[in-house]
Nanobody, 126 residues
Framework: QVQLVESGGGLVQTGGSLRLSCAVSGRTFTYYILGWFRQAPGKERNVVATISWIGGSTSYADSVRGRFTISRDGAKNTVYLQMNSLKPEDSAIYYC???????????????????WGQGTQVTVSS
């Protein structure tokens, strides 16, 4: 089992910044992909960014590339999502998720992730 606990959400004005954190614990997760996903009311859960625990390779959704940065701190077993230049359309519940490298190579597909956090609300006011 892998446990994920998100924090850092909140209310921010357009153009502002937030940093989300995801504390990871449990079984050895060295060979895992960690991802941030988001889901707005009435919409599907979509990928925001992913990072490999080993190597630190990252990927981003087109809608956030250049504004958001995903990173990880091995010493703290934590994954971060730095969000800058926030827009109202970024408002959603943000989830941290983890999966291993086996199976599908579509790391953007939320259905391939085995472990999820409880989510944290991000609201961007216009």
């Amino acid at each position: 089992q892998v446990q994920l606990v998100e924090s850092g959400g909140g209310l921010v004005q357009t153009g502002g910044s937030l940093r989300l954190s995801c504390a990871v614990s449990g079984r050895t997760f060295t060979y895992y992909i960690l991802g941030w996903f988001r889901q707005a009311p009435g919409k599907e859960r979509n990928v925001v960014a992913t990072i490999s625990w080993i190597g630190g390779s990252t990927s981003y959704a087109d809608s956030v590339r250049g504004r958001f940065t995903i990173s990880r701190d091995g010493a703290k077993n934590t994954v971060y999502l730095q969000m800058n230049s926030l827009k109202p359309e970024d408002s959603a519940i943000y989830y941290c998720a983890a999966r291993d490298y086996s199976g599908s190579r579509d790391y953007n597909d939320p259905t391939t992730y085995d472990y999820w956090g409880q989510g944290t609300q991000v609201t961007v006011s216009s």
